[in-house]
């Protein structure tokens, strides 16, 4: 009887410790970028933008959607795989609180172009950034999806995609 009570209170304190108490530590930190300017489409004058997004969207499936599924649709897309504790009403509330703010920065639900409050080219470079920092999926996530973190191979691939995109653009 102890071992289960023991065992019980051991579960809800791990749950807390990983996913309430990093709320406060590793949350978004209130980043406002609704005062950013947004971008302007690409600068070569005979390219139509949806030429370019066409382009960007068929290497983007290719070789670079797998990927964001594995590590980044639970939260930025409407494909989310829920975990079994997102049942228990204050986790799931931090869970939706979670995906809904992931999804106001970039939805990835309907390919390339995101959805998003900047633009392509903006959060190409900010995928770009996150790859770079190595801050997504964020260590709070990771700590229960191991397998979401992404590998070397996976961050050179995205940035090779996002290059050569961007090159598209000048």
């Given at each position: 009887m102890i071992?289960?009570?023991?065992?019980?209170?051991?579960?809800?304190?791990?749950?807390?410790?990983f996913c309430i108490l990093p709320i406060c530590v590793w949350s978004h930190g209130g980043e406002?970028?609704?005062?950013?300017?947004?971008?302007?489409g690409p600068k070569k004058p005979n390219d139509s933008r949806e030429a370019i997004y066409k382009d960007i969207n068929k290497e983007y499936l290719k070789t670079i959607k797998h990927i964001f599924k594995k590590s980044c649709f639970d939260c930025h897309s409407?494909?989310?795989?829920?975990?079994?504790?997102?049942?228990?009403?204050?986790?799931?509330?931090?869970?939706?609180?979670?995906?809904?703010?992931?999804?106001?920065?970039?939805?990835?639900?309907?390919?390339?172009?995101?959805?998003?409050?900047?633009?392509?080219l903006k959060?190409?470079?900010?995928?770009?950034e996150s790859i770079a920092k190595d801050v997504m999926p964020p260590f709070k996530y990771r700590v229960f999806h191991h397998k979401s973190k992404l590998t070397e191979k996976e961050r050179k691939q995205i940035s090779v995609w996002i290059e050569k995109s961007l090159k598209q653009f000048n």
């Open positions: 071992n289960i009570r023991l065992r019980c209170k051991t579960k809800i304190l791990v749950v807390f410790i406002d970028h609704s005062k950013r300017l947004p971008t302007e409407n494909q989310t795989t829920y975990p079994w504790y997102y049942k228990l009403p204050i986790i799931k509330g931090i869970i939706d609180s979670d995906i809904l703010e992931a999804k106001k920065h970039l939805d990835f639900s309907d390919d390339f172009p995101f959805k998003s409050h900047e633009g392509p959060d190409l470079e900010a995928i770009k």
